[in-house]
T-cell receptor, first 112, second 113 residues
Framework: EDKVVQSPLSLVVHEGDTVTLNCSYEVTNFRSLLWYKQEKKAPTFLFMLTSSGIEKKSGRLSSILDKKELFSILNITATQTGDSAIYLCAVEAGSNTGKLIFGQGTTLQVKP | DTGVSQDPRHKITKRGQNVTFRCDPISEHNRLYWYRQTLGQGPEFLTYFQNEAQLEKSRLLSDRFSAERPKGSFSTLEIQRTEQGDSAMYLC???????????FGAGTRLSVL
């Protein structure tokens, strides 16, 4: 059965800290891995990763994929209180539907 | 591009009642997905449409659940004879094609009393 596992499940840091969120997966016919940020509204898209070793960056956020070891990390540097959210990792794999298989999410709280 | 919109945002119902949710995808997006998210969990796939055709349904989708996408535009998800276990956030997402980014709506939070 396809599976996506995120760690840690929750994290509390102070503003200015750097955090690393982890996502590992076991799926059939991997196609892509996506990161979303979810506050009290729609999950918003952060990154889509398809190739190993190519870092994607957007401001203070960056992500990389390792298809050999079957994991991805999401880094956030110089965290701000506005980074407080649930971070979801999802994998598209296998069937032709394009459906996403999500991990449980990592709840990040950034304290002032 | 107005994004994916869902209506209502919140629904409170009594056990045994029927409820219907609506999703309006981003225009020109062929694919539409429904997911369900319970507290502390990531979203779980329910069903998928390509244009007006419903091409896959999860085993999570019991006979009480039905979804439609007439004319390949908006979609509705109906739950008949609601149960307390149906309480969850129901998320809709759309994408242009397979392998493209799925954009999510804000969801409909269902509470079954």
């Amino acid at each position: 059965e396809d599976k996506v596992v995120q760690s840690p499940l929750s994290l509390v840091v102070h503003e200015g800290d750097t955090v690393t969120l982890n996502c590992s997966y076991e799926v059939t016919n991997f196609r892509s891995l996506l990161w979303y940020k979810q506050e009290k509204k729609a999950p918003t898209f952060l990154f889509m990763l398809t190739s190993s070793g190519i870092e994607k960056k957007s401001g203070r956020l960056s992500s990389i994929l390792d298809k050999k070891e079957l994991f991805s990390i999401l880094n956030i540097t110089a965290t701000q209180t506005g980074d407080s959210a649930i971070y979801l990792c999802a994998v598209e794999a296998g069937s032709n539907t394009g459906k996403l298989i999500f991990g449980q999410g990592t709840t990040l709280q950034v304290k002032p | 591009d107005t994004g994916v919109s869902q209506d209502p945002r919140h629904k409170i119902t009594k056990r045994g009642q029927n409820v219907t949710f609506r999703c309006d995808p981003i225009s020109e997006h062929n694919r539409l997905y429904w997911y369900r998210q319970t507290l502390g969990q990531g979203p779980e796939f329910l069903t998928y449409f390509q244009n007006e055709a419903q091409l896959e349904k999860s085993r999570l989708l019991s006979d009480r659940f039905s979804a439609e996408r007439p004319k390949g535009s908006f979609s509705t998800l109906e739950i008949q004879r609601t149960e307390q276990g149906d309480s969850a956030m129901y998320l809709c997402a759309s994408s242009r094609d397979r392998g493209n980014i799925q954009y999510f709506g804000a969801g409909t939070r269902l509470s079954v009393l």
